[in-house]
């Protein structure tokens, strides 16, 4: 089936520094998400790209539709303590007979440096 | 509170019982969405309603699990004979047709334990 690759798997962060992931994926989706979900709880929507090239911030999160279609990256500028949790890149396509799902990818843990 | 919600957020049962979710979307919502979410992955999708059809099930919806959308509103999701390997965060999500399709609002998830 389809696969999101995403990275990095885990990363550690010292406030104030900025924090890049990506993913990518062998399939091209129409439209790309970045979710972040906190211990027990369900995923958050951050931000959504519907158009291939497409740059959108939401604060100080900026993610990109890649030009490909089959790519996405999210920054987070100037991290804070509260920016701690699994941030999930998701793709999104109707395909073939299907009224269209989102995949996930397997999700990039942020932690703080001890 | 207009978020969805999900009811229990967690449930320990034996393998072998029946055990029943429900989920109420945000108002006014009208696609409704199950997926399944196990530690260290991302959520997979099982199911999904648009009013009070179900237009589209996941191979990962075995003939153990069944969903209803009865009055459009809120759904259920009832698994039978519970199995250890269905242990796992069942997440529901829902959106309008108003906006895109992929805009999903989730809700916190009823996290299940099969002993």
């Known amino acids: 089936g389809q696969q999101l690759n995403q990275s990095p798997q885990s990363m550690f962060i010292q406030e104030g520094e900025d924090v890049s992931m990506n993913c990518t994926s062998s399939?091209?989706?129409?439209?790309w998400l970045w979710y972040k979900q906190d211990p027990g709880e369900g995923p958050v929507l951050l931000i959504a790209?519907?158009?291939?090239?497409e740059l959108t911030s939401n604060g100080r999160l900026t993610a990109q539709f890649g030009i490909t279609r089959k790519d996405s990256f999210l920054n987070i500028s100037a991290s804070i303590p509260s920016d701690v949790g699994i941030y999930f890149c998701?793709?999104?396509?109707?395909?073939?007979?299907?009224?269209?799902?989102?995949?996930f990818g397997k999700g990039t843990k942020l932690s703080v440096k001890p | 509170d207009t978020g969805v919600s999900q009811n229990p957020r967690h449930k320990i049962t034996k393998r072998g019982q029946n055990v029943t979710f429900r989920c109420d979307p945000i108002s006014e919502h009208n696609r409704l969405y199950w997926y399944r979410q196990t530690l260290g992955q991302g959520p997979e999708f099982l199911t999904y309603f648009q009013n009070e059809a179900q237009l589209e099930k996941s191979r990962l919806l075995s003939d153990r699990f069944s969903a209803e959308r009865p009055k459009g509103s809120f759904s259920t999701l009832e698994i039978q004979r519970t199995e250890q390997g269905d242990s796992a965060m069942y997440l529901c999500?829902?959106?309008?047709?108003?906006?895109?399709?992929?805009?999903?609002?989730f809700g916190p998830g009823t996290r299940l334990l099969v002993l």
């Open positions: 790209l519907y158009k291939a090239g």
């Open positions: 999500a829902s959106s309008w047709d108003g906006q895109p399709q992929e805009t999903q609002y």
């Open positions: 399939s091209i989706f129409n439209t």
């Open positions: 998701a793709g999104f396509m109707n395909y073939g007979g299907s009224q269209g799902n989102l995949i």
